[in-house]
């Protein structure tokens, strides 16, 4: 059989793509450490209720002074609401959804993750800036989605 020198070129040059696209996705999961979530958490949504910590979800501040914020996500609130943090502090974010995906989006920061049924998303985030920040849901959870926000009230606390 033979190949036409044309065929032979296009061949080799898609197949040399494939070798660009993957070497440079091993690249980078090796030298910019891309690599998939490392806190992987599990828990039951449907005795979300009797949880002891998203039972009765809270901003609560540790023996060691973090300060961390657990936060259910349900059709279509945000509890606690408003979440009173502190400035200049490592807050830890803990959210999980009771009833469908939901998205925890504060707006005007970089902070985006999503509320998953089963799951917790944890994330750590400072700010800088005292006062009153939106929380947005920003997956479609169901007919009152576009009313489904919450707030974030950051104090000036110790400096
Ligand atoms: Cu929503």
Redesign the pocket.
């Known amino acids: 059989m033979s190949v036409h020198v044309y065929e032979k070129l296009w061949m080799w040059g898609a197949g040399g793509l494939i070798v660009l696209f993957l070497a440079a996705i091993g690249i980078t999961a090796v030298t910019q450490a891309v690599q998939p979530p490392s806190h992987i958490e599990t828990i039951n949504p449907a005795t979300l209720m009797d949880h002891p910590e998203f039972g009765d979800p809270q901003v609560k501040v540790g023996e060691d002074g973090t300060v961390t914020a657990s936060v259910v996500a349900e059709m279509?609130q945000f509890r606690p609401d408003p979440i009173e943090v502190p400035v200049n502090t490592p807050v830890v974010f803990r959210i999980t959804s009771a009833d469908v995906i939901?998205?925890f989006q504060i707006i005007g920061t970089n902070a985006n993750a999503m509320a998953v049924p089963g799951y917790v998303s944890q994330f750590t985030m400072t700010f800088t800036k005292a006062g009153d920040y939106d929380i947005a849901?920003?997956?479609?959870?169901?007919l009152m989605?576009h009313g489904?926000v919450g707030k974030i009230t950051v104090t000036g606390g110790q400096q």
């Open positions: 279509f939901h998205g849901c920003n997956e479609y959870c169901g989605h489904m």
